[in-house]
C-alpha cells in the first residue's frame, strides 16, 4: 500500500531533496511551504517530468488553522497519514542583546511552534491506524548552542526534547518520533558565512567537508524504513560534534 508523507518546509534545501528522494521511492508527497511559491511549482514540475504527481500547499504553519489545512486536506484526499517530516525552519544571525520580542516569537513560532501543531494535529489519525513515523530537522546548534544564534539554538533544543519525550508517550501506538540534527549542510541557510569562514569550518569537521541535503535525506529513508528507533537525535555533521 502506497505510504503518504507531509513535508513541511518541502519547496528548498533539505526539505526539497526529503521530498524528492521520497517521492522517487514511491511515496505519496504534500509538499508544504510558505513563501517559496516558485520553488515549490518548480519541485512540482521537475518531478511531473519523472511521471511523479506530488501535491503542494502554501501554508504558514506557525498558526493553527493552516496546520489543520494541510491535515485535513491530506486525511480527504488519501485517508491518511503515515510521515510526518516537521522541516519548516527559519535561522537569524544576530547578538543576543540585539534580539527583540519579535524576533524570539517569529524563530519559536516557525522553528517549534509549528513542529508542535503539525504533529498534535496529525497524530489522532497516527493513533487511530496504530502506524506512524514522524522526523523533526534539528540542528546541530540545538544540540551544542551557537554563539550569534540563540534563538535558533533555543529552538531546535526544544524540538530536540519534543522529540524524546514524545517517542515515549507515542511509542504504545506503535508511532516511531525521531530527530536528525545536520551539521554545516551546503543549503541558503548558511549563506550567511562568507567563503573564507566556511573554509575555516571544514577544516574544524573530521571529514573536512560540508554536507549535503542528499545525506540528510537518506537519513530519512532510512528512518521510514527501520521499525525500531524510536527516540533519537542523529547528528549528521562530519564529526564536527563528537
Not at 506530488?54 to 488553522?65: C, G, P, Q, T, V
Not at 551557537?146 to 504504545?172: D, F, Q, R
Request: net charge neutral; glycine share 8%; proline share 2%.
Amino acid at each position: 500500500m502506497e505510504k503518504i508523507a507531509i513535508i513541511t518546509g518541502a519547496s528548498k534545501g533539505i526539505g526539497k531533496e526529503i521530498a524528492k528522494q521520497l517521492s522517487q521511492s514511491g511515496i505519496k508527497i504534500i509538499a508544504g511551504y510558505n513563501q517559496s511559491e516558485k520553488e515549490a511549482k518548480q519541485l512540482k514540475e521537475e518531478l511531473k517530468k519523472q511521471n511523479i504527481e506530488i501535491d503542494i500547499i502554501k501554508a504558514d504553519i506557525s498558526k493553527r488553522e493552516n496546520a489543520k489545512k494541510i491535515i485535513q486536506y491530506t486525511i480527504e484526499k488519501y485517508k491518511k497519514i503515515d510521515i510526518l517530516i516537521n522541516n519548516a525552519g527559519i535561522s537569524e544571525y544576530k547578538i543576543f542583546t540585539e534580539e527583540t520580542d519579535e524576533d524570539f516569537h517569529k524563530i519559536i513560532n516557525t522553528n517549534l511552534y509549528s513542529t508542535f501543531v503539525m504533529t498534535q494535529e496529525a497524530i489522532p489519525n497516527m493513533i487511530q491506524n496504530k502506524n506512524g513515523c514522524i522526523i523533526n530537522i534539528s540542528s546541530i546548534w540545538g544540540c551544542i548552542g551557537a554563539s550569534m544564534e540563540v534563538l535558533y539554538s533555543a529552538s531546535k533544543a526544544g524540538i530536540n526534547g519534543l522529540t524524546k519525550a514524545l517517542a515515549k508517550e507515542l511509542g504504545p501506538s506503535n508511532i516511531r518520533v525521531n530527530a536528525i540534527a545536520p551539521g554545516i549542510i551546503n543549503t541558503k541557510m548558511n549563506q550567511k558565512f562568507t567563503k573564507q569562514e566556511l573554509e575555516q569550518i571544514q577544516e574544524e569537521i573530521p571529514l573536512e567537508k560540508i554536507g549535503n541535503p542528499e545525506d540528510i535525506a537518506k537519513c530519512v529513508k532510512w528512518l521510514i524504513e527501520d521499525n525500531y528507533t524510536t527516540g533519537q537525535i542523529i547528528q549528521i555533521n562530519g564529526g564536527w560534534a563528537i
